[in-house]
């Protein structure tokens, strides 16, 4: 499944049946909202002037090294943010909360933060998911999007009074987010994984799960089954 944006934009039903496949689609407003939010500045050197035994003195350039996190993003996590290689080295750049970002010869992007930038990256993602519920909220009283504290499981709760391009819209922007939250704590570009569920807000039953390698798609059947 891919991501989006928080400032909705629909896309197109997927057939007149009422059928919704969560698949690639040109949804990506929030991209450039949500992980190209704060860019790089350089600030992991720091010129430290010292006195040496003989009264001179020099500057030392103090490079914490061992304090740099690495954060890979695969093809994979590319594709679901909407974003080349390219767009995303470009936007991360633009503020101040990485030490360096670039792009690999395979076409994958690398992250350099320490470790203040890595709890503003992770704490980020709870916020904007809080923010991304309260927006789904205002389309039914019972709706809601739920994770779990590894960011790893989402439970998404509407009825088919919501339209499914909005639908998709909440389901791949909490995608996004989990992923990016995955990344961020320390998990392993190619091992990052989001399970999708959606329930019936109704009923409270579930309709259908998918996950970041299947799509996940649903029709009129499933819907009466979750009644």
Known sequence: ??????????????????????????????????????????????NIENINNDGK?????????????KVDFS??????????????????????????IYENEDGTVTV?????????????RGTMMEELQEQLQEY???????????????NAYYNLELPADKAIVYVRYA?????SYQL????NSDEWKVVINVYNSDTGKLVKTGDSDVDLTYDNSDWEASK
């Open 184 to 187: 961020f704590s320390g998990v």
């Open 57 to 69: 003195t020099e500057k030392t350039i103090q490079n914490s090294e061992e304090e740099i996190i």
């Open 75 to 100: 093809q994979k996590f590319l594709n679901i943010s909407g974003k080349s290689a390219e767009e995303t080295v470009e936007e991360i750049k633009n503020g101040g909360n990485c030490l360096d």
């Open 140 to 154: 039914g009283q019972n709706y809601r999007l739920e994770h779990n504290d590894s960011f790893t499981e989402v």
């Open 1 to 46: 499944m891919k991501i989006l944006g928080m400032k909705i934009q629909t896309g197109r039903q997927v057939n007149k049946k009422m059928r919704r496949t969560y698949r690639n689609k040109t949804i990506v407003l929030l991209m450039a909202i949500v992980i190209m939010i704060a860019g790089c500045g350089k600030e992991q050197i720091q």
């Open 175 to 179: 995608e996004f987010l989990c992923a």
């Open 112 to 124: 350099d933060i320490n470790k203040k930038q890595q709890e503003y990256w992770m704490d980020s």
